[in-house]
């Protein structure tokens, strides 16, 4: 079992930045392929980074790159994302997300709002 507990979120003008966190439980944290998705009101849930386990290979949506950075701290059990250039179309709920043993696990999210 694993739960997250995402924090960060906010309201930010277009063009600033903010970074969300993500601190998870349970053992083996290291090991666990940790996420971003986000999801804005009457839309589905879409993908925005991945960081492989032990710190490996990142992944991102085309839509945030060269503008979000995932990392994670294995000491601390937190992944964290860092949103700079915020865009209006980055408004969403955003959910911390672990896949480990199979089994992918959700935070409850929290808001992001950009303001034009």
């Known amino acids: 079992q694993v739960q997250l507990v995402e924090s960060g979120g906010g309201l930010v003008q277009a063009g600033g930045s903010l970074r969300l966190s993500c601190t998870a439980s349970?053992?083996?944290?290291?090991?666990?392929?940790m996420g971003w998705y986000r999801q804005a009101s009457g839309n589905q849930r879409e993908f925005v980074a991945r960081?492989?386990?032990?710190?490996?290979?990142?992944n991102y949506a085309d839509s945030v790159k060269g503008r979000f950075t995932i990392s994670r701290d294995n000491a601390k059990n937190t992944v964290y994302l860092q949103m700079n250039s915020l865009k209006p179309e980055d408004t969403a709920n955003y959910y911390c997300?672990?896949?480990?043993?199979?089994?992918?696990?959700w935070g409850q999210g929290t808001q992001v709002t950009v303001s034009s």
């Open positions: 349970g053992s083996m944290f290291s090991a666990n392929t």
């Open positions: 960081i492989l386990g032990g710190g490996g290979p990142t």
């Open positions: 997300s672990a896949v480990k043993g199979g089994l992918r696990y």
